[in-house]
């Protein structure tokens, strides 16, 4: 059987916000924003005076970036593959230099006795 507590599903300092409370809202401004997938978004700003507007925005549908020019919208980004490890070696080091370490490795582990 429920209790007949009145605040039971409240939380401290929960009560009626209007404006009262809050302050009056500050005048807002909403600006354009299109990807390149044609997807518009209309985020809006605080206006103040000197106030600067980002470029580009993220598109909440598609992830994409997104302008303000709705005919030129900036372009998706490259997505490269996942590189392995040995991919990045091979974009530093040519094979003549990987035998090379791999000699001085070997010649290494040699004098030590590890290998024949």
């Known amino acids: 059987m429920a209790s007949g507590n009145a605040i039971r599903g409240s939380r401290v300092g929960a009560g009626p916000m209007g404006e009262a409370e809050r302050g009056d809202a500050a005048p807002r401004?909403?600006?354009s924003y299109w990807c390149s997938n044609g997807h518009?978004?209309?985020?809006?700003f605080a206006q103040e005076p000197g106030m600067v507007l980002p470029?580009?925005?993220?598109?909440p549908?598609?992830?994409f970036p997104a302008g303000q020019d709705k005919e030129n919208p900036?372009?998706?980004p490259k997505v490269e593959p996942y590189k392995t490890h040995l991919a990045?070696?091979?974009e530093r080091r040519s094979d003549a230099d990987g035998a090379a370490?791999?000699?001085?490795?070997?010649?290494?582990?040699?004098e030590r006795g590890l290998i024949q």
């Open 88 to 90: 990045y070696v091979k």
């Open 61 to 63: 549908r598609c992830g």
């Open 55 to 59: 470029e580009t925005w993220d598109c």
């Open 101 to 110: 370490i791999l000699d001085e490795a070997l010649s290494t582990l040699r």
């Open 40 to 44: 518009e978004t209309r985020p809006s």
């Open 29 to 31: 401004v909403h600006i």
């Open 74 to 76: 900036p372009a998706p």
